[in-house]
């Protein structure tokens, strides 16, 4: 059996780096729509391809016919560049370092932020307690802040984080082109100020950010906020 690529996506930091990176790439490819909003993400057919309940996931075909199937956005990523040979060094050196800085957004940039989205979010529940948002405030924003200025300085003298354009500045791009009022939209850090705007002039990029929006939803982050506010309300009540 073959088929298309198919992503099973949603349009959130981690879905759009993948839509991103197969445009940039010219990869044919065919969008599930998994809405997260919606609780599709705990869908068995859904789960049997992401067992994390957590979009992005990719399915695809080796050229015998048996399927792929990837979750976790950076192992999608690394999967496109070798698949596409684009973005993606083919010698060791250059790969290893790529892979550096996409685990760094993986596991730094990309929770850190996300976390420090969370307690923004409670923060503004009318009534809620400020022992329930106020130190994790304070922890993840000093963290997210030291991240950003470890970027700043891996991009002082370079256009990109690895010198040429590749699938670890696409894995952060999407994190800073959302979250980055959280450090002030970037006034601190001239260098990855320079560094977006660099990246979200590419046509790739632009198309990459119009795949798939929900019908029902005004726009990914107003949803998001009013579902995990309400979410988060609900966790107050135990
Ligand atoms: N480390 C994972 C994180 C994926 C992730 O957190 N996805 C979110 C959207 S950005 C999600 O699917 N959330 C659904 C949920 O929380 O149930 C990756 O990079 O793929």
């Known amino acids: 059996m073959s088929g298309r690529l198919q992503v099973h996506y949603f349009p959130t930091p ?8 197969l445009e940039e790439m010219g990869l044919d490819y065919e ?6 909003l919606k609780g599709e993400q705990q869908r068995p057919q859904f789960l049997e391809i992401s067992p994390n309940n957590r979009i992005p996931a990719l399915v695809d075909w080796t050229a015998d016919g048996r399927r792929i199937r990837i979750f976790e956005s950076g192992a999608i990523l690394q999967y496109l560049g070798r698949k596409s040979g684009l973005l993606y060094p083919a010698d060791e050196v250059g790969r290893c370092w790529v892979d550096s800085w996409l685990f760094w957004q993986m596991a ?4 850190m932020a996300g ?3 969370w307690f923004i979010r409670v923060s503004n529940i009318p009534g809620r307690d400020e022992r329930d948002y106020a130190y994790s405030i304070h922890r993840y924003r000093r963290e997210v802040r030291r991240l ?5 300085r891996q991009l002082a003298g370079r256009e990109f984080v690895c010198d040429e354009y590749s699938i670890a500045d696409i894995s952060s791009w999407t994190w800073v082109d959302q979250y980055r009022g959280q450090v002030g939209e ?8 320079a560094w977006h705007a660099r990246i979200a002039a590419r046509p790739a990029v632009k198309r990459g950010l119009t795949v798939w929006m929900p019908e029902s939803d005004e726009g990914w982050s107003s949803a998001g906020n009013a579902a995990q506010i309400a979410e988060a309300g609900q966790h107050k009540q135990n």
């Open 148 to 152: 950003y200025g470890v970027l700043e």
């Open 115 to 117: 976390q420090l989205s």
């Open 14 to 21: 981690n879905g759009r780096k993948i839509s991103i990176a």
């Open 186 to 193: 970037l006034a601190d850090f001239p260098g990855v100020m």
């Open 108 to 111: 730094g940039l990309g929770p």
């Open 31 to 36: 969008i599930v729509p998994v809405n997260i």
